[in-house]
């Protein structure tokens, strides 16, 4: 059965309580009614805003496996829970397909490094919109993946999970390059961007990453607004810090877009990227990563008819990124 949403992320982190913290006060993200028993050894927090739900997990018990995955990887994304139908049925084909099924009881495979998918069964019904959400949906995950493996990664997704690729680009930033693939699930809910290193290039941000996280890993969570000026505004007033965007890149919008749905002086004022495709334009701009790796950073993004992801945009976030990683060595 093919994989339809993301029900909720499971991120291990050092401290639950800390970082649900962040992002209740900084993202507008509140405490989910549906809080977990407590359990020895085990701190979770579950947060949730919009159609949006985190699962944060912390543990200071040395050999516990919630605190090794923060040992060896740092915080980050541990567990991606896919809703489907009928999560027995996507077991078996995940299996049947090659995955490493490590929890048959909890249809848990691994996935991407350590950061495993999890099959559960589809939410009864959709959650209320709360008066006053900044966020509405996770848009996209991004992933990297070692040099050499985008390609069996894409296979992966097409083959045990029911996705299909819908976009493919070649990256070149100066002397750095990377390859991406992006591929979603036929309802559209469920996007992986999925991006690999050129080795053969001066090594940059993805390589940083895999050899800063110990391998694959989720490296962004890109969270869809419906008025990203007004969250940006909003997070920004309470603390958030976004990555800068040069100058430039707005001076050359009109000649390379024509007219914007946002204007370019509300744009250049917050930092907020802008691209199009046939359908229409996307606004995205990316949080300055608070992690002591810096390797997981927030996406926030809005469509306005878009459904891909322009390669401007792209090469725009590994600058920005790039940018962050030669400031702080």
């Not at 339809?4 to 800390?18: F, G, K, N, P, S």
């Not at 589809?122 to 996209?140: C, F, I, K, R, T």
């Not at 559209?188 to 895999?210: K, N, S």
Request: proline share 5%.
């Amino acid at each position: 059965m093919p994989i339809q949403t993301i029900t909720h992320v499971e991120y291990h982190c050092a401290d639950a309580a800390r970082t649900a913290a962040e992002l209740q006060d900084g993202f507008g993200f509140r405490r989910d009614a549906d809080q977990p028993a407590w359990t020895p050894g085990l701190r979770a927090v579950h947060l949730l805003q919009g159609g949006i739900r985190l699962r944060l997990l912390s543990s200071g018990i040395s050999g516990h496996p919630v605190a090794d995955w923060v040992e060896r990887h740092g915080e980050g994304v541990a567990v991606l829970a896919l809703g489907c139908a009928d999560p027995a049925a996507a077991l078996e084909r995940a299996e049947r397909h090659g995955a490493e099924v490590l929890d048959r009881a909890g249809a848990l495979i691994a996935g991407f490094g350590d950061t495993a998918l999890r099959f559960v069964p589809l939410p009864e019904s959709a959650p209320e919109p709360a008066g006053g959400d900044l966020l509405d949906a996770l848009d996209h995950v991004a992933i990297c993946v070692p040099a050499g493996r985008l390609a069996a990664s894409v296979r992966f997704c097409e083959a045990a999970l029911g996705m299909h690729l819908i976009f493919g680009e070649y990256i070149e930033v100066g002397e750095q390059a990377m390859d991406s693939s992006v591929v979603q699930s036929p309802s559209g809910d469920v996007t992986f961007t999925l991006i690999e290193p050129d080795t053969d290039r001066r090594a940059g941000q993805i390589d940083t990453f895999l050899a800063d996280h110990d391998g694959a890993g989720v490296q962004h969570l890109a969270l869809r607004t419906d008025d990203i000026a007004t969250a940006v505004r909003t997070a920004r007033s309470l603390g958030v810090e976004f990555l800068a965007t040069p100058g430039a890149y707005y001076d050359g919008l009109a000649e390379r877009l024509g007219d914007t749905a946002i204007p370019v002086g509300t744009l250049r004022e917050l930092d907020v990227l802008v691209d199009q495709d046939h359908g229409g334009q996307l606004f995205q701009i990316f949080a300055r990563s608070t992690h002591p790796r810096r390797t997981f950073f927030l996406e926030l993004i809005e469509r306005q008819g878009a459904g891909t992801f322009g390669t401007a945009n792209i090469k725009a976030l590994y600058e920005a990124v790039e940018r962050q990683r030669a400031a702080a060595v």
